[in-house]
């Protein structure tokens, strides 16, 4: 597609389960990048994925995240034992290079019950 | 490192007066800058960007930015502010990756 993807575009789980976002960026972007924001929060950095290289993930809440970047393209950031104070929109981002505009995909809406 | 830090969590301002949003930065690097703009329940949208060239940026809906390099700011100033404006603004420095700052939110009082 010409933007940024993610899905789905909201999730609503029961606390203690695992969830799983996916984003897929624009072809050919190498870098990747999660954020999220919480009612009322900015955005808060989570991790950053550039290239092949190790993967920045100052940004992680705790152990209960995690990320991957498959191929160098798709993304999918789990939760595990999901936690209400999780509840926010998760946004990705990709860009072509670090002065490049960075392009945001639509987000996901998680709310846990 | 890099690091942005936005002066202000909230400004408030009437319609038709300037609207001025604070930003500084910290880098190692010759850093880009941007402003993003999130109106309520909308993605993120690019306001203006700075990347080496003019010192002072124009950017979508009558806002600009300057780049001092001696203050190490990229402030938002826009004339006149319509009710359309109030969002929440975000200041963001890239060099190595992208950092975003916390977030201002701009409320137009009629």
């Known amino acids: 597609g010409a933007g940024v993807s993610q899905s789905p575009s909201n999730k609503v789980t029961e606390k203690g389960k695992d969830v799983e976002l996916r984003c897929d960026p624009i072809?050919?972007?190498?870098?990747l990048y999660w954020y999220r924001q919480s009612l009322g929060q900015g955005l808060e950095f989570l991790i950053y994925?550039?290239?092949?290289?190790?993967?920045?993930k100052s940004g992680l809440p705790s152990d209960r995240f995690s990320a991957e970047r498959t191929g160098g393209s798709v993304s999918t950031l789990t939760i595990q034992r999901t936690q209400q104070e999780d509840s926010a929109v998760y946004l990705c981002?990709?860009?072509?290079?670090?002065?490049?505009?960075?392009?945001f995909g639509p987000g996901t809406r998680l709310t846990v019950l | 490192a890099q690091s942005v830090t936005q002066l202000d969590s909230h400004v408030s301002v009437s319609e038709g007066t300037p609207v001025l949003l604070r930003c500084n930065y910290s880098?190692?690097?010759?850093?880009?800058l941007f402003w993003y703009v999130q109106h309520p329940n909308k993605g993120l949208q690019l306001l203006l960007k700075?990347?080496?060239?003019?010192?002072l940026v124009k950017g979508i809906n009558g806002f600009e930015a300057e780049f001092k390099k001696s203050e190490t700011s990229f402030h938002l100033t826009k004339p006149s502010a319509h009710m359309s404006d109030a969002a929440e603004y975000f200041c963001?420095?890239?060099?190595?990756?992208?950092?975003f700052g916390a977030g201002t939110r701009l409320t137009v009082k009629p």
């Open positions: 880098s190692s690097y010759s850093p880009s």
């Open positions: 072809s050919g972007h190498t870098a």
């Open positions: 981002a990709s860009n072509g290079g670090s002065t490049d505009t960075q392009y």
């Open positions: 963001v420095v890239s060099g190595a990756d992208m950092r």
């Open positions: 700075y990347t080496s060239a003019a010192t």
């Open positions: 994925f550039q290239g092949n290289s190790a993967p920045d």
